[in-house]
């Protein structure tokens, strides 16, 4: 057995068959650096803070230094506008680092918004939220144990998310021609919630409540429709439509058959001449990142005009 000092505490290390256990309650320290935290203006913790809503912050704020005793608790309120990506933070400011814990809040006495343990780094905390509503957030530090104290800083960071694509609903912009095969990739983290299937008797066989864009393709009756679509970091799930306003009552073709990163694929061949429009989506609630597309249109051949026999004896008369 040994001890080892985290945030000036004593843990109880032992190891078996030369495996080491350490506090589950701890993640080891990782090499991590928040990188730019858009610091505009350095204040000191102004105590006391040990209550709600404790000390007042604004966006861009450092807090440092900071201390937290054992069992203390460090709140700070903020303002924000809806929409706003919030991310704030705990690190080390040079002195006895510590296990801190973060909670986010809407309002004293309400239940927690956002939480983190070791998000940041070592084994400081990190959260980023997006607020729903503008207003005023509240934010808890603490140890993550009772006994847990030092030293931090706090860091505040507030951005206006970029907007969505522009193929983000139906766009006739974008579109995939017919006769024509390639490949396309993107990003709809920044994209909203537009279009869905029925659930389990939509034509994925599942629902579609993730980030999800748009392709415009008009088809000819007989026209294949070969494509595969893969959610590098989430689950994919696609499915073409005819009417944007009803993309659970207009689906024609869907694929919801596989996990996080792997490919789905549809193969369809158009029953009638007219618009259709690709939704490229995901399954998971308010999900979705980077994707590829990889697709092929292929148009059938021209029909060949024939004559019967009669016909072309006929015109040599």
Sequence with gaps: MRLVKVCSSLVLVGTLAGVAYADPGNVEPKSWSYGDRGTTSVIPEAEPNDTCPGQAIACGDEVNPAVLSAG????????????????IGTDSNGGTDCD????????????????NDDGGPGLYSLITYTAPVGGEYQAKVRGFSSTSAGDYLLFLDCAVPPPPPENDRCNDNYAIDRCTGGSLEGDVSTATNDYVTAGAS???GYSANGRDVAYRMDLNAGDVVDLVYTQLQADASFYIITDCGNSAGSCVAGADGTLTGEPEVINYV????????????????????????????????????????GQ???NFR
Excluded: H, R
């Design 100 to 115: 801190t814990y973060l909670e986010l809040y809407f309002g004293c006495g309400t239940t927690a918004v956002a939480t």
């Design 72 to 87: 203390e608790e460090d709140w700070y309120y903020f303002t924000v506008n809806a929409g706003d990506e919030i991310t």
């Design 270 to 309: 158009a029953g009638a001449t007219g618009t259709y429009w690709l939704i490229l989506d995901v399954y998971g609630t308010d999900t979705g990142g980077p994707w590829t597309l990889d697709y092929n249109v292929t148009c059938p051949p021209n029909p060949v005009e024939t004559s019967s026999w």
């Design 202 to 204: 939509g034509c994925t």
């Design 312 to 314: 072309v004896k006929s």
